[in-house]
């Protein structure tokens, strides 16, 4: 089982500001299945990124992806107040089929 | 524009089985592209995948190792939903149950239900 790392565990950061969001992989990671998602308090995860850096559909530029392998990241240019959120990065693996999730990073207002 | 939308019992006895139903709006159980998904999250095990089906000439399914033997997943052509069913519940079972959608072009889950609280309690 492929296990995902997320860091920081938190990043407290201004309105403006620049985001850097860390996902390691314990073996290598299919770029084409790797996902990002943010979920706010008592809402479903919302798809931001997929195939490592593939906007979702209505996902604005300020997110992107990057990454290969087992090191990938989430950017997020410049912070807007709803961007305020938990930020977590999954994988899919086909041998056996599973979906793993990181534990999440949660972006607060510094 | 899909929709899910979950339904089923909030609290749940110890030993009993835990069942939630997934409607879908706007897309068919059927759909050969895309498989559905069933995801629970607490704050001991975080965000963790149970299973899925899916149609691809016939139906198939896949569940995650620590739950295969307690879980099915059932898909409800005659009603467009498909259901979870957990037995043998613990207080470790108590969660959020989401439902999903991932397409296979993308391997993204993009369509979420809103989420169900489980309480399994005496």
């Known amino acids: 089982e492929i296990v995902l790392t997320q860091s920081p565990g938190t990043l407290s950061l201004s309105p403006g500001e620049r985001a850097a969001l860390s996902c390691r992989a314990s073996?290598?990671?299919?770029?084409?299945?790797l996902a990002w998602y943010q979920q706010k308090p008592g809402q479903a995860p919302r798809l931001l990124i997929y195939?490592?850096?593939s906007r979702a559909t209505g996902i604005p530029d300020r997110f992107s992806g990057s990454g290969s392998g087992t090191d990938f990241t989430l950017t997020i240019s410049r912070l807007e107040p709803e961007d305020f959120a938990v930020y977590y990065c999954?994988?899919?693996?086909?041998?056996?089929?599973?979906?793993?999730f990181g534990p999440g990073t949660k972006v607060d207002i510094k | 524009q899909v929709q899910l939308q979950q339904s089923g019992p909030g609290l749940v006895k110890p030993s009993q089985t835990l069942s939630l139903t997934c409607a879908i709006s706007?897309?068919?159980?059927?759909?050969?592209?895309?498989?559905w998904n069933w995801i629970r999250q607490s704050p001991s095990r975080g965000l963790e995948w149970l299973g899925r089906?899916?149609?691809?000439?016939?139906?198939?399914?896949d569940y995650a190792v620590s739950v295969k033997s307690r879980v099915t997943i059932n898909p409800d052509t005659s009603k467009n939903q498909f259901s979870l069913h957990m037995n043998s519940v613990t207080p470790e079972d108590t969660a959020v149950y989401f439902c999903a959608r991932v397409s296979s072009s993308n391997y993204g889950l993009d369509v979420w239900g809103q989420g169900t609280t489980v309480i399994v309690s005496s």
């Open positions: 073996q290598s990671v299919s770029s084409s299945y």
């Open positions: 195939g490592a850096s």
């Open positions: 089906t899916y149609y691809r000439s016939e139906w198939y399914n």
């Open positions: 999954q994988q899919y693996g086909s041998s056996p089929p599973e979906f793993t």
């Open positions: 706007g897309d068919s159980v059927s759909t050969n592209t895309v498989a």
